[in-house]
């Protein structure tokens, strides 16, 4: 008994090749839009990784200065109305 042998023409192999090379272009392609978008989502990431540090190393310093001398008894000063020893509060009185 003798096996039938199957041969592609030219013309059969040369699509399946061209179909099988689409297909990884197409692959190619649609990597490289999703690493791009993959990029541009770290950077934007990076810069408010950027801009909230800038923000805490501002609420830092204003932490530091509220436990001041000089904040605190500013704070009295405006918020309490406390004054020095010897100190006279001149209080205006409406213009209307």
């Known amino acids: 008994m003798t096996r039938k042998v199957y041969v592609l023409k030219f013309r059969t192999k040369f699509f399946l090749v061209v ?20 990029q541009e989502r770290m950077d934007n990431l ?8 800038h923000d805490n190393e501002v609420l830092n310093r204003q932490i530091e200065h509220t436990k001041s001398d000089e904040y605190i008894e500013q704070a009295a000063r405006d918020k309490l109305g406390w004054v020095k020893e010897g100190e006279t509060i001149f209080i205006e009185k409406n213009k209307d």
């Open 19 to 38: 179909l099988f090379l689409g297909y990884c272009l197409s692959i190619i392609i649609r990597q490289g839009f999703a690493m791009h978008s993959q």
């Open 46 to 53: 990076q810069e408010e990784i950027g801009q909230m540090q």
